[in-house]
């Protein structure tokens, strides 16, 4: 079985998803339309083989990052004397490929065909819920809960869907490109 | 007059205990915690809490630029730091569209693979420990020794090399380097029978080891296991086979395979893969070819907007970089899919059922690095 066998038969049964527009390099790459196809077609693609989920994870559009989210600032002068002068943080403006969404990206393997396939699907980041996958690849378990910790992506039907990574005090998720810090104790 | 049957279970009702492993537990390797609820011997539950080593390092690649990066990824798997450099670069490298050139390739191999025996040594020596042989760490580590000598001699660094850089390696390696490793080679290769005496085949660590924690094919398939762990339960899925790249097609190896896929099965997938290593050394030292050790890369590097995904075969297992450019000198997003995270998942699973000794030993032999888990 070929690649394109796989997704011949994939948009043959939803016809609305297509070839990624923005593809990782060398590697076929599916866009979804809507999040409700996640699941039917992760199924359809673990029936054909695809039985590894090597890797989960998203993508904030909503860039470029606040600077507010770091604890330090970028290059600070350390010859000046008095450390660096607070550099004013540069103008709001769209980064690359802005919008107000989210991508979740997921890599399936087919182990004995040596395939591998790119999934993405879109969703606004005010709504960031995704149907959990826990129930087809169990390795999606704690790879979920890592893009909840820092995307805050809320998948629904984990059964246990909590903070992973970051420190139980810490507040909003560290890679959504808005993210503040919060100081803390732990700040110097 | 018909005995009794003894029933499996003691009938004496015991009261459930909460037992903290770590995360300050010298067999945890690291500072993982593993909460678990056990009854007698027995574990009914367990679960892992990890976190204590996060240092968020995709979020700091985001304000860095793409070669203070590699600097980061030496932190992820800090016993195989070669092999992250490597991921990196060629995740990169992917984006930026430049290939290495030969004689860095077959530098890169060399490197990785070097560094492949050096982590599996950590596993031989600290996993005798965890089971009660304190002698093979010291054998162990005389050898690992003698690797980090090799590395200062090449990249001037013991740990943390920063030595594969975007399009090759930091500098040519000296004569002496080719020479000092045949050496090695030639040193090391009668040690590994050495271990399987002392180890491998020592009986009590065969009884605490063999069908303990077992795994099926499609159990550990589910789970996303991969590296050593994945191939003790008999699945031929290693990248360096799969998709290779550094040349790695050239060199004369076979994929290690366990059977049952329990822990001695697990243990001894490394001990069998730092022979194929020796091998690929060989043959890459053999023929090594003469040429430049770095592509043309920009003095500033800024990929084309775009997404690429590069993995390599990390001696924990399939190290995967998916990396997000939007044109500037920092990656817009850098995901690390971190062998030791998504190993570490199954033992929530894994654990119960087991007695509380055995889950030392399957901790063991899962091999994790905690600043790979935690990133």
Redesign the interface.
Known sequence: MSIEEVIARLFSKFPASEKSA??????ATIQLRSREDLLPVLSLLKEQGF?????L?A??WK???L?E??VRE?NPNALQPGGAAARPAPAPAP???YRDEMTA?Y?LSN?PD?LKV?LKVDFPRSDAVLPSAVGL???A???ER?AYD?FGIAFEGHPNLK?????QFLEGH??RKDYAHVRDRFDA | MSVPQAPSRSPMKTDQLFVNLGPQHPSTHGVLRVGLTIEGELIVKAEPDIGYLHRGTEKLCEIRTYPQCIVLSDRWDYCSAMTNNLAYCLAVERLLGVRAPERADALRVVHCELNRIASHLILVGTYGIDIGAFTPFLYAFREREMILDLFEMSSGARLTYNYIRLGGVMRDVTKEFAEKTREFLAYFKPRIDEYDELLSYNPIFLDRTKGVGALSAKRAVEWGLSGPNLRASGVAYDVRKWEPQCGYEKYPFKIVLGKNGDCFDRYHCRVREMREAVKIIEAALDGLPEGPVMAKVPKVVKPAPGEAYAHVEGARGDLGIYAVSDGTACPYRLHVRAPSFVNLAILQELFVGQKLADAIAILGSFDIVLGEVDR
């Open positions: 923005a593809p990782v390099k060398d590697y039985a590894y989920l090597d890797m994870s993508v904030d860039g470029p990052v600077m989210g770091y970028m980064g690359f490929a990206v890599l182990l040596r790119f690849f169990k390795s378990d704690w790879q890592e820092l903070k992973i990574l970051t420190a560290p890679l």
